[in-house]
């Protein structure tokens, strides 16, 4: 049904977890493991290095040399087309805050099922990025908790279309279904999402929906 190869990224210190993933995700027939990477430091080394960047980059956040944190920070900021998954041991709220602070397009605790991680992988594949209610809940909560960091971008700009279109894709809807529900085509959805991304400042889809729901521009879906 998909045509198009994802190629993914692995960083995780762990030898016996970075296998166990790699065998996990090769068993899908559209993913390919583009690299292995034992730290942040030989991950953002692949990335420089690397003929074709990967789609996705899983990573952990506990390593030596550079930690996934670090690591996530570089590449949101040198490859944006990357997206990039982190993996936990850990699911506190202060980690998730920071982690879509950063820019981390979803995240995953090292315990989730196989079944979980394929699914993961191509929601932000698809979407862009891949939180669920209560994630989003928790955004919600510690933005008015001015703990995250608050953009300084102003709302005012932004049309009642762009606003419609940025609900949709806080509800996780696809380009296509968002053009299905607007009656307008795929490529006016891009325009509108690009023209959100410019008028909020945003690097990615992520921070749009941290723009959103910061500015309180969207309703929160339960059960998403």
Request: a negative charge; aromatic letters at 6%; proline letters at 2%.
């Amino acid at each position: 049904m998909n045509t198009h190869t994802i190629k993914i990224g692995l960083a995780d210190d762990e030898e016996l977890f970075r296998k166990g993933i790699k065998f996990i995700l090769e068993r899908e027939t559209d993913f390919e493991i583009a690299f292995e990477a034992e730290n942040g430091a030989d991950l953002l080394k692949e990335l420089e290095t690397a003929s074709n960047l990967p789609d996705i980059v899983l990573t952990d956040l506990k390593m030596p040399m550079i930690n996934g944190i670090e690591a996530t920070r570089e590449v949101v900021k040198k490859y944006p087309s990357v997206k990039v998954i982190a993996l936990t041991s850990y699911n506190s709220r202060a980690f998730i805050a920071n982690m879509i602070d950063l820019g981390a397009a979803s995240f995953l605790v090292k315990n989730s099922t196989p079944k979980t991680v394929v699914h993961t992988i191509r929601e932000v594949v698809t979407k862009g990025f891949h939180y669920n209610y209560e994630v989003m809940k928790i955004i919600q909560e510690e933005l008015e908790g001015a703990s995250m960091y608050r953009t300084a971008s102003s709302a005012e700009d932004i049309t009642s279309r762009e606003k419609e279109v940025l609900q949709l894709i806080c509800d996780q809807l696809t380009t296509y279904e968002i053009g299905a529900k607007m009656f307008i085509s795929p490529r006016t959805v891009e325009g509108h999402r690009n023209n959100l991304l410019a008028k909020t400042d945003s690097k990615n889809v992520a921070g749009l929906v941290l723009f959103a729901i910061q500015h309180k521009l969207v309703i929160l879906q339960g059960g998403i």
